[in-house]
């Protein structure tokens, strides 16, 4: 299971954002298939399936124009910025190389069939 955004239903249904960065332990291998939801406790909030096609480890702040485009925002800063609410608690307690330098998994995924 991957939780999102309500935000991002329309743009994964609509093939816009095919990734995702994270923050902790890896939970996702390439070929596998995960359930994505809005809200981990209710069935019906199901998005979709996804197929996992790629899992990275890399900085947060690695994040390119195009590695937005790809998360489903209109700019590398626009990315950040949502990144750094979403997870501020745990990226305020960075003190060595700035938050930016945290690494996080940045996973490509589709849309499958359910």
Request: hydrophobic share 40%.
């Amino acid at each position: 299971m991957i939780l999102f955004d309500r935000i991002f239903v329309d743009p994964i249904l609509q093939g816009n954002k095919i990734e995702t960065r994270r923050l902790g332990e890896k939970r996702w291998n390439v070929g596998s298939t995960h359930q994505a939801t809005t809200n981990r406790f209710k069935k019906n909030a199901t998005i979709a399936n996804l197929l996992i096609l790629e899992v990275e480890h890399e900085p947060v702040g690695a994040i390119t124009e195009l590695g937005a485009r790809l998360e489903g925002f209109s700019s590398r800063q626009a990315f950040l910025d949502f990144f750094y609410e979403k997870n501020k608690k745990r990226l305020d307690s960075v003190r060595i190389g700035g938050w930016e330098m945290t690494p996080c998994w940045r996973i490509r995924f589709q849309v499958v069939k359910k």
